[in-house]
């Protein structure tokens, strides 16, 4: 399934055939961003990943940093950043909520993605959305929210 490979107060990543899982409870610092972009240039060709932000706390006002404003923008608008997909999955609620959809949905229009890229409201249809995009990487439908709802879990206890 997936495996930890990263943590840090805000941050876990789950690596699986296929995809890379962030679980987020802080907004993203420059120092994270150096992260994720190790895991994208790390596989290339089938093992190249997916990547599903699930983004479930962040406590106040979201604030991204200008550098990570733009950092954001820029690699949402590279092909070879993440090259499978990307998805967002914001499990926030009340205007937290609402500030990370609008910076994801600023980024996404003004980036232009290359690559399918979505943001959701729940893992549902994240998960439905994304399978036919893992589907060669041998992920179901089942096992995919049982990751999903595991490192949420995980976090959570």
């Excluded at 495996?3 to 802080?26: M, T």
């Excluded at 609402?98 to 409201?121: C, D, E, H, S």
Aim: with cysteine; net charge negative; glycine share 8%.
């Amino acid at each position: 399934m997936v495996h930890e490979v990263y943590r840090d107060d805000a941050v876990s990543l789950y690596r699986g055939r296929g995809v890379l899982i962030a679980r987020w409870i802080g907004a993203p610092t420059m120092e994270q961003a150096v992260v994720l972009d190790t895991y994208a240039s790390a596989a290339k060709g089938d093992d190249a990943p997916g990547f599903l932000n699930i983004i479930l706390d962040i406590e106040g006002k979201p604030d991204f940093s200008a550098e990570f404003r733009t950092y954001a923008t820029r690699v949402t608008g590279d092909p070879a950043w993440y090259p499978r997909f990307r998805a967002h999955v914001i499990l926030l609620e009340g205007l937290g909520a609402i500030g990370i959809q609008m910076f994801v949905q600023t980024m996404l229009m003004v980036a232009k993605p290359p690559v399918p890229t979505a943001a959701f409201r729940d893992c549902d249809a994240a998960c439905e959305w994304a399978l036919p995009l893992l589907a060669d990487a041998g992920w179901t439908s089942e096992r995919l929210l049982q990751a999903m709802a595991q490192i949420i879990a995980v976090e959570a206890a």
